[in-house]
């Protein structure tokens, strides 16, 4: 088994195992490799031991991914901040936004999706910390943009993604993916159907998925230590 493959067995043990620890079914647990900075060589040997959900960060890198793996039949996720000149690359080529925190990126998202393709998939991207750092909407604005977002004809609001401040405590990690699951429940209490939360990362999926995780975004866990090469 390639160290890729094994990897990322060893990552779907431990979403099992936490997937136990809190009651929860193991496949109710979506795996997103997160591929940005890695070669498509690289996605490709994550494909070939099962992997088929890449997320992206980088709207140039990921358009040249999909080019070169355009024969591996991928669901393509974008997760990094949207800017307004990659709205239009990023609606025809993908099938999930994680990053969703501004009117103005869902409008053109929806405008420029094409009509032959299904809504994109969004989820809105929720500055759980209050990092000045972190993009994302602040808690107390969630629920007036989710409305908004709810109401675009090519897009389809699935839920939250939040990016909380790393911290090795797992008592500490939890309480951010606490607070994006109850916002996620009260904006289901006020009409929105979200299934999706988006949310743990390598150092702390396990806590996440405790806390109600459906999707977990997992990269150097899978691929190994990233090399950002200015980026």
Known sequence: MTTIA?????VRN??????????R?????????????????AMREAYHAGQTAFGESYAQ??????????????E??????VQSNKTRAIAENFVWVHSVDRLKI??????????????LNVCMQVNVSGEDSKSGVAPDEVAGLAQAVARLPQLRLRGLMAIPAPSDDVATQRLPFAQL?????????????????????SHDFAAAIVEGATMVRVGSAIFGLRDYGGK
């Open 14 to 23: 431990a979403i099992a195992k936490a997937a136990a620890v809190a009651g």
């Open 25 to 41: 079914v193991p496949d109710d647990i979506a795996l997103l490799a997160v591929s940005k900075t890695f070669p498509p060589a």
């Open 181 to 201: 699951r109850q916002l996620r429940d009260k904006l289901n209490s006020q009409g929105l159907a979200l299934d999706t939360l988006s949310m743990g990362m």
């Open 6 to 10: 094994s990897n990322l067995q060893a």
């Open 76 to 81: 393509w996720h974008f997760i990094g901040p």
């Open 61 to 74: 890198e990921a358009l040249e991914k999909i080019v070169a793996l355009h024969d591996l039949p991928i």
């Open 106 to 119: 869902a409008e053109r998202l929806s405008a420029q999706r094409p009509q032959n393709l299904p809504p």
